[in-house]
């Protein structure tokens, strides 16, 4: 039976090792998601983890078109998430880690989640609207729950600086 130090070291490795994971999408409630995975592994232990999904491009006529348009997603989506990436070391201390695939957003987010088990927490917010949580949020709570693998945070979206220092 382990001793009271060897406990206490893995639970020690268990919260460096644990990893907040944040869609980084485009609606304005990111920020908050990505604020209260930052100050949970500051305060906690652990990292964040950014995932941009890039959405296929349609049929275009062209294949070069086609190709071009989809590096110029790829590099503003590069672009995006090295912005983040200060953001995240600013408050954390440490770098993220940086996921960029293609694909529709939730079966994208579903397969990483079957695939990467260093991800411990999924962290979203909900839409501050008032018009419901948003589209992710309700198909993971919904009908793809049972393909959740990982326990899922949602902050509500209109939390402020004061409030998500309170809660985390």
């Given at each position: 039976m382990p001793d009271a130090e060897e406990a206490a070291a893995a639970a020690s490795k268990a919260k460096r090792d644990r990893v907040f994971l944040v869609v980084v999408d485009d609606s304005p409630e990111r920020s908050v998601a990505l604020?209260?995975?930052?100050?949970?592994?500051?305060?906690g232990g652990g990292r964040v983890a950014l995932l941009r999904v890039i959405e296929p491009q349609t049929i275009i006529e062209w294949a070069g078109v086609g190709a071009m348009m989809a590096e110029e997603?790829?590099?503003?989506?590069?672009?995006?998430?090295?912005?983040?990436?200060?953001?995240?070391?600013?408050?954390?201390?440490?770098?993220?880690?940086?996921?960029?695939?293609?694909?529709?957003?939730?079966?994208?987010?579903?397969?990483?989640?079957?695939e990467e088990e260093r991800?411990?927490?999924?962290?979203?917010?909900?839409?501050?609207?008032?018009?419901?949580?948003?589209?992710?949020?309700?198909?993971?709570?919904?009908?793809?729950?049972?393909?959740?693998?990982?326990?899922?945070?949602?902050?509500?979206?209109?939390?402020?600086?004061?409030?998500?220092?309170?809660v985390t």
């Open positions: 604020r209260y995975a930052c100050l949970r592994a500051r305060k997603a790829r590099e503003a989506a590069e672009k995006l998430l090295s912005g983040l990436a200060v953001e995240v070391r600013e408050i954390t201390g440490g770098l993220p880690v940086l996921l960029i695939r293609e694909g529709d957003p939730r079966e994208q987010l579903l397969a990483l989640l079957e991800i411990s927490i999924l962290v979203l917010a909900a839409s501050a609207s008032g018009s419901g949580p948003g589209p992710l949020i309700t198909a993971l709570t919904g009908r793809y729950a049972t393909r959740m693998r990982v326990p899922m945070t949602i902050v509500p979206g209109n939390l402020g600086e004061a409030e998500l220092e309170r």
